[in-house]
């Protein structure tokens, strides 16, 4: 599972004045050999949680999504695991998810086994790979507002058709789609638009099982060029459980998506 040949993230060009910047954080399994060393798991564990843990196929969905528009999105594609580090959670104590050992560093799975001994010190693995992502993530959202005068984040993620033993909210409705959202940086003419996009998969709601969505902390809260949304998709409309291949329904979900960025670049 060596990364020395890939980096860390990808940003693939869109359209220059796209305004869209699609979000694909956690669609790898890659974990670089110094970090594995620092997991506890054995390597059937391992291989196990990367199934639950991973959103699966999700980088293909937002390549395909993104072939299919007739202005091009932007994309940045995170090329670990987010067992290495977690770039969608706060670093600090804001975090809820470290309640279940599940911060910006995990200390511990799916199922609230142990991942990484109670010694673990985040600090160096936040500055190698949480802070230069975050950094990125930034620079690309500032150049949509340089081209465009806004940016559209879109996050881009699956969940697991039964709730696993870490999540905090898991006891909610699991459609198909779910649809997360921020008070501040989600219009309702982006809720509006998504919901009539993914309106044929069987049924879409907002904020359930999973809230949210990814602004950078730049932005977060304050600057209102910048909206987001996040799409979490059911895995088994477009996969075989946990971590296996993807089906047809991958097809689909590509042009709801195509559909809804179309969408977007009119209204949003």
Do not use: Q
Not at 55 to 79: F, I, K, M
Not at 151 to 161: E, F, G, K, N, Q
Not at 215 to 226: C, E, N, S
Request: with cysteine.
């Amino acid at each position: 599972m060596s990364t020395a040949d890939r980096p860390p993230f990808r940003l693939l060009p869109g359209r220059p004045d796209s305004p869209v910047l699609l979000h694909v954080p956690h669609g790898s399994r890659a974990v670089p050999e110094d970090v594995r060393d620092g997991i506890l798991l054995d390597d059937g564990a391992l291989e196990r949680e990367l199934d639950h843990i991973t959103d699966s196929h999700t980088a293909e969905l937002a390549a395909r999504a993104a072939d299919a528009c007739a202005v091009r999105p932007w994309s940045l594609v995170n090329g670990l695991s987010r067992l290495v580090v977690d770039p969608e959670r706060f670093p600090d104590e804001r975090e809820e998810m470290r309640a279940v050992g599940m911060g910006a560093v995990y200390t511990h799975t799916t199922h609230r086994e142990r991942l990484r001994g109670p010694e673990t010190d985040p600090e160096p693995l936040l500055a190698t790979y949480f802070h230069p992502y975050a950094g990125a993530m930034t620079e690309a959202v500032d150049a949509r507002i340089a081209a465009a005068g806004r940016a559209v984040v879109i996050d881009v993620h699956s969940y697991p058709t039964a709730p696993l033993p870490y999540e905090l909210h898991g006891a909610g409705p699991r459609p198909p789609v779910c649809l997360g959202t921020d008070p501040f940086h989600t219009p309702p003419r982006l809720r509006a638009a998504a919901a009539d996009a993914f309106a044929g998969f069987g049924g879409t709601a907002f904020d359930t099982p999973f809230a949210g969505t990814y602004v950078p902390l730049k932005h977060y809260g304050t600057d209102r060029r910048v909206t987001a949304l996040m799409i979490e998709i059911r895995r088994d409309t477009y996969m075989t459980e946990p971590g296996g291949p993807a089906g047809p329904g991958l097809d689909a979900l590509a042009g709801a998506l195509a559909g809804a960025l179309a969408e977007l670049v009119a209204t949003c």
